[in-house]
């Protein structure tokens, strides 16, 4: 993969952690399961344990709330070294 086409699936990338920012935020909002907030949020200890069932006790919702406010910083670093680099596009 050549420099452009890495630039583009990396803005690529960035908008789909956006997107799955913006749906946790919503979720957040109306307090529903706290794993799918979990899972979206997807920079904690329990994207996977949100996502499959298994051996581990669900995501409470404050839980829900620490994942979704570490997603944001994630993405908020991420987009600022995005835009130093000049790599946001606009839309």
């Known amino acids: 993969m050549n420099e452009p086409e890495s630039q583009k699936e990396a803005q690529l990338w960035l908008r789909y952690a956006k997107e799955d920012l913006a749906a946790a935020e919503g979720l957040i909002e109306h307090i529903l399961t706290p794993r799918h907030v979990c899972f979206l949020s997807q920079q ?20 829900a709330r620490e994942a979704l406010g570490l997603a944001r910083e994630v993405y908020k670093y991420t987009a600022g070294d995005f835009e130093e680099r000049g790599m946001i596009e606009d839309g």
Not at 44 to 63: H, K, L, M, Q
């Open 44 to 63: 904690s200890e329990w994207a996977v344990e949100a996502r499959y069932p298994g051996d581990w006790p669900e995501a409470t919702i404050e839980e």
